[in-house]
């Protein structure tokens, strides 16, 4: 399946076999990292890949491994992650890989990434990942329990319905879109800005969105930033795109 198709198929799994996956797979997926395209190219960020007795979590399953994601704190730097590890999200499901995005997770040693060698970088995300176990894509676009596209954008915009079934954090969809000609404005809510976590994690969201977005508009897609972005009650400006 290519990455187009897994769009409307992925889902978040929790329930993976223990075995591991072979190194040859381990190093498609790194190489899947390095290729992914960056939102922000100019944001440093730095990933390690760990396994479940290196991480601490509330939730009661677990994956045999865990891509770990540092990044220097800066305008953008979540939705820069959000973007570059939903392309490699995308890749591992067209691959039959499982995989989860992990808010409530982190590290066990808080030592695990070495603070000599970037000293301006910390960890900020986890992406679980391995072989899913009982558990099987979706097989029909309405098994996706989405806003409708008139209520994520101001035009019912059918090139947006793969940004409407992204995955976000409690499946918040922070994500509403402005057209402005051929541009297109992208807004987070700032409901949850006040919530000490689930504000953070929109920001990946919106990069999330972004991604699924790109993955469909590879050639075309471009993200930029306006100067005097329209306001929209209740929401904050991430960028613009065109596709
Ligand atoms: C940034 C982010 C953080 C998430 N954190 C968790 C988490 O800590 N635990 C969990 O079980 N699911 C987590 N999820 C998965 C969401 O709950 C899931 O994407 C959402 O409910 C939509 O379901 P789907 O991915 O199956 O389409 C997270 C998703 C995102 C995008």
């Known amino acids: 399946m290519d990455m187009k198709d897994i769009i409307y198929r992925r889902k978040s ?9 072979s190194a040859d797979i381990l190093q498609e997926i790194e190489k899947s990292i390095t290729e992914a395209k960056p939102l922000y190219p100019h944001i440093k960020f730095d990933w390690k890949i760990i ?20 990044t220097e704190e800066t305008d953008g730097a979540r939705e820069n992650l959000g973007f570059i590890f939903q392309q490699v999200e995308l890749y591992m499901q067209s691959k039959g890989i499982g995989s989860c995005w992990l808010g409530m997770g982190k ?6 990434y070495n603070p000599d060698k970037h000293t301006d970088m910390q ?3 986890m992406l679980a990942f391995g072989t899913p176990e009982n558990e099987a894509y979706r097989s029909d676009i309405a098994e996706f329990k989405r806003k409708t596209l008139a209520e994520i954008s101001d035009v019912e915009d059918t090139r947006l319905e793969c940004a409407r079934i992204a995955p976000s954090a409690v499946n918040s969809q922070p994500w509403y879109f402005v057209h402005d000609g051929d541009i297109i404005h992208v807004y987070c809510i700032t409901k949850y ?9 929109n920001k990946f969201d919106m990069g999330i969105a972004l ?3 790109y993955a469909e508009n590879k050639e075309t897609f471009e993200f930029f930033r306006t100067e005097n972005p329209k306001e929209i009650k209740g929401y904050y400006y991430i960028g613009s795109i065109k596709i």
Not at 107 to 112: G, L, N, S
Request: proline share 4%.
């Open 13 to 21: 799994f929790r329930s993976y076999s223990k075995e591991l996956l």
């Open 51 to 70: 396994g479940t007795d290196d991480i601490k979590c509330v939730q009661n399953w677990r994956a045999p491994h865990y891509i770990a994601m540092f």
């Open 107 to 112: 590290p066990a040693d808080a030592e695990i």
């Open 123 to 125: 960890f900020v995300m």
């Open 193 to 201: 800005l006040i919530h000490k976590v689930l504000g953070k994690m």
């Open 211 to 213: 991604a699924h977005i």
